[in-house]
């Protein structure tokens, strides 16, 4: 089965804040791809990082950064001095790699509220 | 390029009517997906195209549900005899062929089944 659980249905932080959005995924796939992407108000799903399932080594990528770990299948997301303008609905993925395509899996989402 | 682009935004529709969405991916990608999100949900696969070809669809997609890609451009999805279990939002995403290579997504069309 390929499942994400992303546990957080919501939270709230005050700005400036760090805040960590977690993630747990189950895959039967040796390899595998976990993203995390971005949903604002507007609608569009917006990149933010990939990690393949070979690198467990963790990144820190401006104000994001992230935290992979195989041995408690967890991929959480941490953003350090949260800004209003990161208020939007966070979703975890995984991509499976035992399709003949890009298929995604998403988690039920984490609404971030960032509040002035 | 300027991304993904979805048309209509919104559409809201009595049931049983037909209702038709077009997607514009990104031109230099040949791979288009097309999503399904319900509220509170995160996204859900419906269908993927390879240029033209349509090689994979989710049980989601009954056959109510029609999508294509004619000469591997835009791609439309058509669902006939709407149902108001059909009230979601649909998402388009594109990108290009490889392993583990990100989807762009657009804003999304917003079914609403009166």
């Known amino acids: 089965a390929q499942k994400v659980t992303q546990a957080q249905t919501e939270i709230s932080v005050v700005e400036k804040e760090d805040v960590t959005l977690d993630c747990v995924y189950e895959?039967?796939?040796?390899?595998?791809?976990l993203f995390w992407y971005k949903q604002p108000p507007s609608g569009e799903l917006v990149f933010l990082i990939r990690?393949?399932?070979?690198?467990?080594q963790n990144e820190i990528s401006g104000r994001y950064s992230w935290n992979f770990q195989k041995s408690t299948s967890s991929f959480n997301f941490t953003i350090t001095a949260s800004q209003v303008v990161d208020s939007a609905v966070y979703f975890c993925?995984?991509?499976?790699?035992?399709?003949?395509?890009?298929?995604?899996?998403f988690g039920s989402g984490t609404k971030l509220n960032v509040k002035p | 390029d300027t991304g993904v682009s979805q048309d209509p935004r919104h559409k809201i529709t009595k049931r049983g009517q037909n209702v038709t969405f077009r997607c514009d991916p990104i031109?230099?990608?040949?791979?288009l997906y097309w999503y399904r999100q319900t509220l509170g949900q995160g996204p859900e696969f419906l269908t993927y195209?390879?240029?033209?070809?349509?090689?994979?669809k989710s049980r989601l997609l009954s056959d109510r549900f029609s999508a294509e890609r004619p000469k591997g451009s835009f791609s439309t999805l058509e669902i006939q005899r709407t149902e108001q279990g059909d009230s979601a939002m649909y998402l388009c995403?594109?990108?290009?062929?490889?392993?583990?290579?990100?989807?762009?997504f657009g804003q999304g069309t917003r079914l609403t089944v009166v």
């Open positions: 031109s230099e990608h040949n791979r």
């Open positions: 995403a594109s990108s290009y062929e490889g392993e583990g290579t990100e989807a762009f």
């Open positions: 895959t039967r796939d040796t390899t595998y791809y």
């Open positions: 993925a995984l991509m499976p790699q035992s399709y003949n395509f890009n298929k995604f899996y």
């Open positions: 990690r393949n399932s070979f690198d467990e």
């Open positions: 195209f390879q240029n033209e070809a349509q090689l994979e």
